[in-house]
């Protein structure tokens, strides 16, 4: 590995923000770190960066302990969610700021500086102000600044998070571009983020992190299909992986004494007693054949609803492929797509998953 962490651990005040993680990254790659709010993606970057320092535990790069290198030596780059520029200065200047600094001779400041503008899609404004920028513009700039650097390791901590959405999907895209097609085979870029579909478009590996603490490791999509365990399942899908709890008994899953399932395929080697079931919210859909639920909340968004309901104990929302207007307290029938099913065991440890029994986990 070209840059691996050790046992690293950050315990500030009462809490920690980085608890005994280790990973390995390799040079050429992506690496997507997926967490929620707190879960110490941010901590981990800044560690990478040397701008906090773990209480124990070591990150090397190429063999070399990172601790013994001064910060402004680490030849590492960040980009952060409150994109940084510099006002009076415009776009060009910007980006060549960094090269000023190392003294980065004429001739090559402007090949790196004008190659870096492109590739982020703003030719033309090298002579462009900040101030007369939009904010995924700005975002741009902050970036093509990171990619002049030519630096080994690129840090990005959840660029997109502050644009609006339609900004934010096209930007991810271009992300996706630039990252896969052309990144360099000698640097590795980690991207932290609370969203499940940058991981996958991004591609490369996923790490998993909750709670300081690393859960899952893999390709993006080996994690989307086969979620280690329920915490996982919850952290990958957005909305998060509904959970209901059950048991296998006289071939049936019996989730309550109303809601019984016919056990699919790839259960077939499961044995009788409690599980604990993951259905996605785009796997449930209304059904005149469905099981009864009452309608606690309905969200259009786009060409989709989100429809929050609940049978007795059980409450799950539905990802339905459509816009329709609900009542609350109205009955709806939802149907699960016994095909799509999870199972977990009690300690929430994946025991069966739709995609393994196809030989794709």
């Given at each position: 590995?070209?840059?691996?962490?050790?046992?690293?651990?950050?315990?500030?005040?009462?809490?920690?923000?980085?608890?005994?993680?280790?990973?390995?990254?390799?040079?050429?790659?992506?690496?997507?770190?997926?967490?929620?709010?707190?879960?110490?993606?941010?901590?981990?970057?800044?560690?990478?960066?040397?701008?906090?320092?773990?209480?124990?535990?070591?990150?090397?790069?190429?063999?070399?302990?990172?601790?013994?290198?001064?910060?402004?030596?680490?030849?590492?780059?960040?980009?952060?969610?409150?994109?940084?520029?510099?006002?009076?200065?415009?776009?060009?200047?910007?980006?060549?700021?960094?090269?000023?600094?190392?003294?980065?001779?004429?001739?090559?400041?402007?090949?790196?500086?004008?190659?870096?503008?492109?590739?982020?899609?703003?030719?033309?404004?090298e002579s462009r102000k900040i101030q007369a920028l939009s904010g995924g513009q700005q975002q741009r700039v902050a970036l093509a600044r990171s990619l002049a650097k030519q630096a080994k390791?690129?840090?990005?901590?959840?660029?997109?998070?502050?644009?609006?959405?339609?900004?934010?999907?096209?930007?991810?895209?271009?992300?996706?571009?630039?990252?896969?097609?052309?990144?360099?085979?000698?640097?590795?870029?980690?991207?932290?983020?609370?969203?499940?579909?940058?991981?996958?478009?991004?591609?490369?590996?996923?790490?998993?992190?909750?709670?300081?603490?690393?859960?899952?490791?893999?390709?993006?999509?080996?994690?989307?299909?086969?979620?280690?365990?329920?915490?996982?399942?919850?952290?990958?899908?957005?909305?998060?992986?509904?959970?209901?709890?059950?048991?296998?008994?006289?071939?049936?899953?019996?989730?309550?004494?109303?809601?019984?399932?016919?056990?699919?395929?790839?259960?077939?080697?499961?044995?009788?007693?409690?599980?604990?079931?993951?259905?996605?919210?785009?796997?449930?859909?209304?059904?005149?054949?469905?099981?009864?639920?009452?309608?606690?909340?309905?969200?259009?968004?786009?060409?989709?609803?989100?429809?929050?309901?609940?049978?007795?104990?059980?409450?799950?929302?539905?990802?339905?492929?459509?816009?329709?207007?609900?009542?609350?307290?109205?009955?709806?029938?939802?149907?699960?797509?016994?095909?799509?099913?999870?199972?977990?065991?009690?300690?929430?440890?994946?025991?069966?998953?739709?995609?393994?029994?196809?030989?794709?986990?």
């Amino acid at each position: 590995m070209d840059l691996l962490a050790k046992e690293l651990v950050y315990k500030p005040d009462t809490e920690f923000h980085l608890n005994n993680i280790s990973f390995g990254m390799k040079k050429g790659e992506i690496y997507t770190i997926l967490g929620r709010t707190l879960s110490g993606k941010t901590t981990l970057l800044k560690a990478i960066a040397g701008l906090v320092n773990p209480q124990s535990g070591r990150i090397l790069f190429d063999g070399a302990d990172l601790s013994r290198v001064p910060v402004w030596k680490r030849n590492i780059a960040m980009v952060y969610q409150q994109f940084i520029n510099y006002p009076h200065l415009n776009v060009f200047d910007n980006v060549a700021f960094p090269l000023r600094q190392r003294g980065v001779s004429d001739k090559e400041l402007k090949s790196r500086v004008y190659d870096a503008i492109e590739r982020v899609g703003l030719k033309d404004f090298e002579s462009r102000k900040i101030q007369a920028l939009s904010g995924g513009q700005q975002q741009r700039v902050a970036l093509a600044r990171s990619l002049a650097k030519q630096a080994k390791i690129l840090l990005l901590d959840e660029p997109l998070v502050n644009l609006d959405y339609k900004l934010r999907e096209q930007l991810r895209e271009e992300f996706g571009r630039i990252f896969t097609s052309e990144f360099s085979s000698e640097s590795i870029l980690v991207y932290s983020s609370t969203d499940p579909m940058e991981a996958m478009q991004l591609g490369g590996e996923t790490i998993v992190l909750d709670e300081g603490q690393i859960l899952q490791q893999g390709p993006a999509s080996e994690i989307f299909e086969n979620p280690a365990t329920t915490r996982v399942a919850e952290i990958t899908n957005d909305p998060a992986m509904n959970l209901l709890p059950g048991v296998i008994e006289d071939s049936k899953i019996v989730i309550d004494s109303k809601m019984k399932l016919t056990i699919p395929l790839h259960f077939r080697e499961l044995s009788s007693g409690q599980y604990t079931f993951g259905i996605r919210a785009s796997d449930i859909s209304l059904s005149k054949k469905g099981h009864g639920f009452t309608v606690e909340l309905a969200e259009i968004s786009g060409s989709e609803t989100f429809l929050h309901a609940r049978h007795d104990d059980v409450s799950l929302v539905g990802q339905l492929d459509l816009v329709k207007n609900f009542n609350v307290g109205e009955a709806v029938n939802l149907q699960f797509d016994a095909q799509k099913l999870y199972a977990f065991s009690a300690d929430g440890n994946l025991v069966s998953s739709p995609f393994q029994e196809f030989g794709r986990g």
